[in-house]
């Protein structure tokens, strides 16, 4: 295997174990900052050491060992003689002795302490944007120019807001807790903000060469399943669970044996989880009996349900997706929003409506790089029989995508309008 290559893997299975490496030193060290430092040492020590030794059969162990090591290390260089952090390194010390396997050294509440996790980062004293930059950085391994891509904003402000966020968590001596009562309250929007971009990032990568991480769309619902416990009378969590369980339902279909994506036009529907359909169902109507249908996740639930509970696309409620989309839009303007409407738009008044909404969005700063707005604009014009500047739209968002499967179905779908213009002339 070439150095590249090995690299390559080194970084797979850095985003795979860094979430649980960092929930478990800091649950240990209670110091968030310190353990994402830490658990980025054990990186840097493998980037390190793998290319000659190999691969070792226990990665994630060999990882968590590692970080252990630093830790004491870290511990012993300050000399702290308080009880709390000498019991701390007691904790390691006997770990580092004992060391089993990674996975079976977790307990079986590592979700609740992932979730914890991201109480402590999501902490009111940090701005919303830090604390969600902080948290999808550390549980997601994403790294700055991925987290900019999904804000759609530079890559140093995120950098610096990361920085930011880190000295005031360290600095702030801030409880690793998941609060209770108000305290929860102040938190749960970031949180949930947190746990849908986690989610995302799993259905839809935004870099890499695969299109689905179904290790991060499965932890994103395990962590909303724990929310709801936490937070049983607040919609909004019933609601983000409603719509991530209903997302999830179509994974099976949503990508061919190679790999490569598969549109929602183009999905068999035998294929989409009906069990977990209703497990979505079921959490978007208790939001509802708890007055959650105009939240942002309810809203967005009740959108994914109306594909959910269709046979075929054109039994779809368009109109009631459009109608969904338009009171989403009021409660949160956004031009990616509009977009989607557009999409919906598309489907009950034709293509030409939907392109003249898709062509209003051209001069958004935010879409300026955002390449699912050509891609769009690429769909509408083929439905258009305009191949000629289909063909140039998907050339264009297949330019501005980050993830190699997404990029060559935009490509893919470049070349069949190329064909088309071709035979039209």
């Not at 990508?255 to 929602?264: K, R």
């Not at 264009?396 to 499967?405: F, I, V």
Request: charged content about 25%; aromatic content about 4%.
């Amino acid at each position: 295997m070439s150095s590249s290559a090995v690299e390559r893997t080194i970084l797979a299975i850095w985003r795979v174990e860094q979430p649980r490496l960092i929930t478990s030193l800091s649950r240990l060290l209670r110091d968030v900052p310190l353990a994402e430092d830490l658990t980025q040492e054990a990186l840097v020590a493998a980037l390190e050491h793998w290319p000659v030794s190999g691969i070792p059969d226990r990665p994630g162990a060999w990882l968590m060992a590692t970080a252990k090591r630093r830790a004491l290390d870290h511990i012993r260089r300050r000399r702290m003689l308080d009880r709390k952090h000498a019991l701390i390194a007691c904790d390691l010390m006997q770990e580092q002795e004992a060391m089993p396997d990674f996975d079976s050294a977790l307990d079986d509440n590592i979700g609740d302490e992932m979730l914890r996790l991201i109480f402590t980062a999501c902490h009111p004293l940090l701005s919303r944007e830090a604390r969600t930059a902080l948290t999808l950085r550390m549980i997601c391994g994403l790294t700055t120019e991925e987290i900019a891509r999904a804000f759609l904003i530079p890559a140093a402000t995120v950098a610096q807001r990361i920085v930011r966020a880190k000295r005031t968590l360290s600095e702030s001596g801030l409880a690793y807790e998941t609060p209770h009562g108000e305290a929860l309250s102040q938190r749960l929007a970031t949180v949930l903000d947190v746990i849908y971009l986690i989610f995302n990032e799993g259905y839809s990568a935004s870099r890499g060469d695969e299109w689905l991480r179904p290790q991060l769309c499965n932890e994103a619902l395990r962590l909303g399943r724990a929310l709801t416990s936490v937070a049983p009378l607040e919609p909004e969590s019933h609601g983000l669970l409603a719509l991530m369980e209903l997302n999830a339902s179509r994974t099976a279909a949503r990508t061919d044996a190679n790999g490569d994506p598969i549109l929602l036009t183009d999905q068999d529907r035998s294929r989409w989880d009906h069990g977990q359909i209703r497990a979505g169902l079921r959490a978007l109507a208790r939001s509802m009996e708890l007055a959650g249908a105009g939240g942002f996740y309810a809203l967005q639930a009740a959108i994914v349900a109306c594909h959910a509970q269709a046979a075929s696309l054109t039994d779809t409620n368009w109109a009631r997706i459009v109608e969904l989309y338009t009171k989403l839009a009021a409660l949160v303007p956004s031009p990616i929003i509009e977009l989607n409407r557009a999409v919906a738009i598309a489907q009950t008044q034709g293509p030409q409506a939907g392109l003249a909404i898709v062509d209003r969005l051209a001069d958004e700063p935010a879409l300026k790089n955002y390449h699912l707005l050509p891609s769009v604009r690429g769909d509408l014009l083929a439905r258009l029989g305009r191949h000629a500047e289909a063909h140039a739209a998907f050339e264009r968002a297949a330019g501005l995508a980050g993830n190699l499967r997404e990029r060559d179905l935009l490509k893919r779908r470049a070349a069949e309008a190329a064909a088309l213009k071709r035979f039209a002339i």
